[in-house]
């Protein structure tokens, strides 16, 4: 009786166990049941568009809530054509004239744009500078968009318990794995009555558990693996492709003021960059400096300041002379002789006056002593004004104070530079050129201030004596702006050489990759931009001359280049 009861157990232990372990599973994870919260974010699809251009014009049409937005630009340079009169025909229904926006676009309201599926649109464009006609089709979705929590809600993952198809119903696995279970479990029995169990039997039992947790971890409509990485829908925003183009939508276009240039292959010159400051025109600019140095004194009107317009002959400031004490005696002893002399002469006048009117002494002593009295009496008052009077400074020319370097009070001897006038109309420039250069050929120069503004030079003269190892060179300012100051760091570029034919496109068309390499980016379709690698040149301040990597008749950015590359 025992023997049986043990094989009994032995043959109830493997189902058993297997039925407990398959029925947690729907305890973990059964029907309408997800393990974890949903995805916070769902993106937004592209809304519906269509995107033309001729030869003229360039028109992307946004359709949002029922509505058709409008953007026309020029082909060639990008801008908004906002004076247009634009009429669009609907399938083959009536047609719809645009309305302009204040934000440089036009709106097109009919009921015809409601719907599914796609719809051929025809655009007929006025303008004075040009008319045209536009077709195209726009693709509309043919379900509307899921909603952002119907999305959530479909991206839970739900568990589902597994049938198998018997006799024409839906039998769950969970109860032929049960039954099979059982079955096996009464054949390990009967093995167990004998002496020496059969190791196979026990290695079913094993696997069939290893099957039971599979079923559990892991049956239809789930999976506890790695979830498979499907990319989101991108949203209707500027980003970067996977190719390296990047997709730019026309508000973001018109936001970053994105303009164009197609180009065309020009003449140019080879140039010759220099590294220069800006400097006065030696005969429109003037130094101040006192003879004999001594202490400023300002005059009635104050000192000027910088900036100020002065004349030729104004009074900036005067100089008190500082006369030492040896020079003060000698001063004073120089001016005792000349009254004594003078005490003299007016005697010896006052005589011959006398002797003259009683026809004793001839008329000219007379003469001869007021002369002799009034050259002493000049000699008194030079003397007496060298020890005094200041000496005056004035403005040598006419123009603008630059510099002053001086205040009330302050000792100043005779080298010191006090104050600058400088005409702002006379700058000059004064480059250094190190390499071996024929600079008397030089012409068509220009420069680059700091903050990008362009100033058109002229040569003036090559310096024949080295400084500082390099060859001076000085070019004229035309038009110099008011923002030029005396000392200005500049770069030149001047044409020197034979002129070569290639692609100039400005400075900021230019930009560097993530590799430091020079693009540009390629206008390719309305919304897209493409990078091109270029090998360039200096062409002038403001220009490069494209060698190689573009093709005349493409469109290149030339405004804006710098934004599109940042977008990621």
């Known amino acids: 009786m025992s023997s049986f009861v043990r094989s009994l157990a032995h043959c109830l232990v493997a189902p058993l166990s297997l039925a407990f372990i398959l029925s947690a599973a729907p305890l973990a994870a059964h029907e309408d049941h997800d393990h974890g919260a949903p995805p916070a974010t769902v993106a937004t699809a592209d809304s519906p568009r269509v995107a033309l251009h001729s030869d003229a014009y360039e028109l992307v049409g946004i359709l949002r ?24 025909t609907i399938g083959t229904g009536a047609e719809v004239a645009a309305t302009p926006t204040p934000d440089m676009t036009y709106l097109v309201s009919s009921d015809q744009l409601v719907g599914t599926g796609p719809l051929e649109l025809v655009f007929a464009i006025t303008h004075p500078q040009g008319d045209d006609l536009l077709i195209g089709t726009l693709e509309r979705p ?3 968009a899921a909603s952002a929590s119907d999305a959530a809600s479909a991206a839970r993952p739900k568990l589902q318990a597994a049938t198998l198809p018997v006799a024409g119903k839906q039998l769950p696995v969970l109860y032929l794995a049960s039954g099979g279970a059982l079955a096996f479990g009464l054949l390990l029995g009967v093995g167990l009555r004998s002496a020496r169990p059969a190791v196979p039997t026990i290695g079913l039992v094993v696997l069939l558990l290893i099957a039971g947790i599979g079923i559990a971890s892991a049956h239809e409509g789930h999976d506890h693996g790695e979830a498979a ?37 020009e003449e140019a010159r080879k140039t010759v960059a220099l ?158 050129s190190y390499g071996d250069v024929d600079l008397s050929q030089l012409d068509g120069a220009s420069a680059l201030l700091p903050g990008g503004k362009p100033l058109k030079l002229f040569f003036r003269g090559v310096g024949r004596a080295l400084q500082q190892q390099a060859t001076l060179v000085h070019f004229a300012v035309e038009d110099a ?5 005396i000392g200005q760091p500049v770069r030149v570029t001047a044409h020197n050489g034979a002129s070569v034919s290639g692609i100039i496109l400005p400075r900021d068309a230019v930009v560097r990759g993530g590799n430091g390499e020079a693009l540009v980016w390629r206008h390719t379709d309305p919304e897209r931009f493409e990078p091109r690698p270029v090998r360039t040149e200096p062409f002038d301040a403001t220009r490069l001359v494209i060698r190689a990597g573009v093709a005349p008749g493409e469109r290149i950015v030339v405004r804006g280049a710098e934004h599109l590359n940042q977008i990621r």
């Open 481 to 485: 702006p008011a923002t030029v100051a």
């Open 275 to 432: 590294i220069g400051r800006v400097i006065a025109d030696p005969n429109r600019s003037g130094q101040v400096q006192s003879i004999t140095g001594g202490r400023i004194v300002a005059p009635e009107s104050g000192l000027p300041r910088l900036g100020q317009l002065v004349r030729r002959g104004d009074v900036l400031a005067s100089v008190e002379q500082a006369v030492p004490q040896a020079d003060r005696t000698t001063i004073a002893e120089r001016v005792g002789e000349i009254e004594q002399q003078i005490a003299m002469v007016e005697a010896k006048l006052k005589r011959s006056r006398s002797l003259a009117e009683r026809a004793i002494a001839p008329q000219s002593q007379v003469v001869d002593a007021e002369i002799e009295l009034a050259g002493l009496m000049r000699r008194r008052e030079i003397v007496g004004r060298i020890r005094i009077e200041p000496e005056v400074l004035r403005a040598p020319l006419d123009g603008v104070v630059s510099a002053v370097r001086v205040v009330a009070g302050q000792v100043v001897g005779s080298q010191d530079i006090l104050f600058q006038i400088v005409d702002p109309a006379g700058l000059w420039v004064e480059a250094l």
């Open 65 to 88: 809530g029922g509505r058709l937005t409008l953007f026309l630009d020029r082909y060639a340079g990008n801008a908004p054509v906002t004076d247009a009169g634009v009429v669009v």
């Open 229 to 265: 990485k499907a990319a989101p829908p991108a949203g209707d925003t500027p980003r970067r492709l996977p190719d390296g183009s990047v997709f730019a939508p026309k508000p973001t276009q018109r936001l970053l003021d994105v303009r164009t240039q197609v180009t065309t292959t």
């Open 142 to 144: 043919a379900t509307p």
